[in-house]
T-cell receptor
Framework: AQKVTQAQTEISVVEKEDVTLDCVYE???????LFWYKQPPSGELVFLIRRNSFDEQNEISGRYSWNFQKSTSSFNFTITASQVVDSAVYFC??????????FGTGTSLTVIP | DTAVSQTPKYLVTQMGNDKSIKCEQNLGHDTMYWYKQDSKKFLKIMFSYNNKELIINETVPNRFSPKSPDKAHLNLHINSLELGDSAVYFC??????????????FGEGSWLTVV
């Protein structure tokens, strides 16, 4: 069963627009962690953020912000004033007990100059 | 210094050959992984080792065999390569805890092309 759903397969925005990448997860565990990773065209997978299930406070890091809502089982990622360098595939992931990781299928973001 | 390094980065080989991809991490992590990413970008775990012990072994062909000489190294050997093995293989590592909360750090990937 799909535990992490990233419904947006591809998104294109014009530079300086804001864009939100959706992530919906599924678990019955009360303790879990959520992650976002970025995969730029060069191919490496870069860790962006980790959030535990007990901390629903939104987080902002520069132009990046994350909105965690347990009520809707969502952990969405917003890029403000997008730049060409933001073009990448973004993966949301769910970590349950131990080393069980479930990755979404990724959202490919293209920022057009 | 690269935290998780894997070699080679690019590998083009013929069907039927045997090849290995090496991985090393200098993060002091206990757990290492191999993930496969196909052409559609799907990330699928293949193996996970904790302190040289196999803890996750997903359904992959027997032609794939991981080897962990120590907790800082996890190599992937592939026998009798097939066209369908063409993919990007990512090595990764994390601290090991029974509970959740481990951040996985990935290597740069090894692009395998079987012709």
């Amino acid at each position: 069963a799909q535990k992490v759903t990233q419904a947006q397969t591809e998104i294109s925005v014009v530079e300086k627009e804001d864009v939100t990448l959706d992530c919906v997860y599924e678990t019955r565990d009360t303790t879990y962690y959520l992650f976002w990773y970025k995969q730029p065209p060069s191919g490496e997978l870069v860790f962006l953020i980790r959030r535990n299930s007990f901390d629903e406070q939104n987080e902002i890091s520069g132009r990046y912000s994350w909105n965690f809502q347990k009520s809707t089982s969502s952990f969405n990622f917003t890029i403000t004033a997008s730049q060409v360098v933001d073009s990448a595939v973004y993966f949301c992931a769910l970590n349950l007990s131990g080393n069980q990781f479930y990755f979404g299928t990724g959202t490919s973001l293209t920022v057009i100059p | 210094d690269t935290a998780v390094s894997q070699t080679p980065k690019y590998l083009v080989t013929q069907m039927g050959n045997d090849k290995s991809i090496k991985c090393e991490q200098n993060l002091g992590h206990d757990t290492m992984y191999w993930y496969k990413q196909d052409s559609k970008k799907f990330l699928k775990i293949m193996f996970s080792y904790n302190n040289k012990e196999l803890i996750i072994n997903e359904t992959v062909p027997n032609r794939f065999s991981p080897k962990s000489p120590d907790k800082a190294h996890l190599n992937l050997h592939i026998n009798s390569l097939e066209l369908g093995d063409s993919a990007v293989y990512f090595c990764a590592s994390s601290l090991y805890r029974d509970s959740s909360g481990n951040t996985i750090y990935f290597g740069e990937g090894s692009w395998l092309t079987v012709v």
